[in-house]
């Protein structure tokens, strides 16, 4: 193929000749289809980088008009053309009489999404879905510009967290009632947003010829290996097996705190009166501890990472007109990963640091595979390479903390696990209900929202607070741009456990598994990229015990 080095991929005008050729392109035989692929993926990977870097600038700036209005044109111009171009070369790879004597083996994933992207393309949903990313870049617009004054300076909401660490019980009133006040100045645009998004997305589902949009989107998103009643099956595990240890440890901290009841303020200090965890002031000492954590855990990953202090790999501070949260975005034409997080000094920054590392490893171990496609693992996967990395490095915080504050970390980290499940599980009922009910109104979602907390939530005190209780669920990010992205984080929470109980048996054996499982990208169904790290695929009840009953035990080690 041509040379494309040089091509504008931000205007269409440029790309359209270059994926006409690939339309016109004839193929003979199966040698030849490969090749195709191949070739597609290498430029689909050019323009891909195009693309999300436009998104990386404007995260990393929400509040420059130029960069928005760069990503955005991009959006408007470019996204519903490369959609209706890949509907035809979808249906090229389909339709063509050698796709069957492909390797089935390393090609069978491909064809099988390709065929189901085939049955849901509706050229109708094109504008709805440029309409959509829209939406989301206004949330992200509305949260990157939340701050407060707070301690005689203008702070951002993930700046206020550590202002619930501290001991002061009033600061951390006064923190919590000042960021909540702030939020929800925004509930009213937020919740038209939402409701703007449920209404497009329903439209979305029923021009696809289907009831409803999680029905919708469980095909969209490939997901062959589990079902909506599997998911069901997860929330009412968590319910039974990890909310009883969450509210127990609920209540040990309250009974040493000498407390009538728990208030949303009373969740992220120390029992003890101990100062908080500041494993770093400056990023730099982030970056640079990290990186010595992963040395000692595996020299091949202390070297992935190094390749990241490159300059141009890490946006890690917090800053305001940033984009809330974090995110690893892998560079395929250039091959090289981004991370993005917003770091306040926080023992959540060390984690969110080497969660998205394993991310980063991820993409350097599937960077060999020839077909672009490939490179990315489905999400439930994804998740398993980075939330291995915060249990694997366990053992190694002392690069950041006295071996007490060490294990104080730790302990927080395996508590957050018992809490974040029903998080989860909270999170993606919500979804079900909120797309199965599209007609819903405000108030039957707030009650919906309250009757999921009374199931998964912890027992606060919430006097004085009914209405933010009621829009609580603003703030996950992922509601928003990324709808049904939140149960893969629980999937893949049980396989990270079982990561660590490989790791704390046998270290050497549990990297080699996690390298040979990471390595395969998403060329294999889920079942069988779980199976190639040693890890067993299971939503159900005696899958989350056993890993519950692990974390448990462990937590009876550590002291409190």
């Not at 034409?333 to 917003?342: A, E, T, V, W, Y």
């Not at 508590?415 to 909270?426: D, F, K, Q, R, Y």
């Not at 050497?508 to 499982?517: H, K, R, V």
Request: aromatic share 12%; net charge negative; hydrophobic share 35%.
């Amino acid at each position: 193929m041509a040379s494309f080095e040089g091509v504008d991929a931000t205007q269409w005008l440029e790309l359209e000749p270059y994926y006409q050729d690939f339309l016109n392109r004839k193929i003979d035989s199966a040698d030849d289809l490969e090749g195709w692929l191949f070739d597609l993926g290498r430029f689909d990977a050019y323009v891909g980088e195009a693309g999300s870097m436009l998104y990386v600038n404007m995260t990393c700036d929400t509040e420059n008009e130029e960069i928005k209005q760069a990503y955005l044109k991009f959006v408007e111009t470019v996204e519903p053309e490369l959609a209706k171009i890949y509907d035809l070369l979808n249906r090229k790879l389909a339709e063509s009489p050698y796709a069957n004597e492909l390797n089935q083996d390393e090609y069978n994933v491909l064809l099988r999404d390709t065929r189901m992207d085939l049955g849901l393309f509706r050229e109708e949903n094109i504008p709805l879905g440029t309409e959509l990313t829209k939406l989301g870049q206004r949330y992200n617009e509305i949260c990157g510009a939340m701050m407060v004054e707070f301690d005689g300076e203008e702070r951002t909401m993930q700046q206020m967290g550590k202002y619930l660490q501290v001991n002061d019980r009033e600061i951390r009133e006064n923190a919590y009632t000042t960021v909540g006040r702030r939020r929800f100045q925004d509930a009213e645009e937020i919740d038209e947003l939402y409701d703007s998004m449920i209404a497009l997305r329903h439209e979305i589902a029923q021009n696809a010829g289907y009831a409803n949009y999680r029905d919708y989107i469980f095909d969209a998103k490939h997901r062959f290996d589990y079902t909506p009643a599997d998911c069901e099956a997860f929330h009412d595990a968590v319910e039974g097996i990890c909310v009883p240890l969450m509210r127990d440890v609920d209540e040990e901290r309250c009974q040493t705190l000498n407390l009538d009841s728990l208030r949303m303020w009373d969740l992220g200090h120390d029992v003890h009166g101990r100062e908080p965890l500041r494993p770093f002031t400056e990023v730099e000492e982030m970056v640079a501890g990290t990186s010595r954590m992963f040395h000692r855990l595996s020299p091949e990953l202390g070297e992935f990472f190094d390749s990241l202090r490159d300059g141009t790999s890490l946006d890690l501070d917090s800053r305001k007109g940033k984009a809330p949260g974090g995110y690893q975005l892998q560079r395929d034409h250039s091959r090289k990963p981004f991370i993005f997080m917003n770091a306040t000094g926080l023992q959540r920054d060390l984690e969110t640091m080497v969660h998205e590392a394993g991310h980063a490893f991820h993409s350097i171990y599937a960077d060999d595979l020839p077909l672009v496609d490939y490179r990315s693992a489905p999400l439930e996967f994804c998740e398993v390479a980075s939330m291995s990395m915060e249990l694997l490095t366990h053992e190694f915080l002392d690069e950041f903390y006295s071996q007490e504050d060490a294990q104080r970390a730790v302990r927080l980290h395996l508590e957050g696990i018992v809490s974040i499940l029903p998080w989860i599980a909270t999170i993606d009922a919500f979804q079900h209900w909120v797309y199965t009910n599209p007609g819903h109104s405000r108030d039957e979602r707030q009650t919906k929202w309250l009757e999921l907390g009374e199931r998964f939530g912890s027992e606060l005190d919430w006097s004085g607070f009914e209405d933010w209780r009621k829009v609580g669920w603003q703030k996950q990010l992922h509601l928003f741009s990324y709808p049904f992205y939140y149960i893969e984080y629980g999937i893949a929470q049980l396989g990270a456990l079982q990561m660590w109980l490989q790791y704390r048996e046998n270290p050497e054996e549990a990297l080699a598994n996690y390298a040979t499982a990471m390595r395969l990208g998403g060329s294999r169904p889920l079942p069988n990229l779980f199976d190639a790290g040693g890890m067993s695929f299971d939503l159900g009840q005696s899958t989350v015990q056993g890993l519950i009953d692990a974390v448990r035990d462990k937590l009876s080690t550590l002291p409190a």
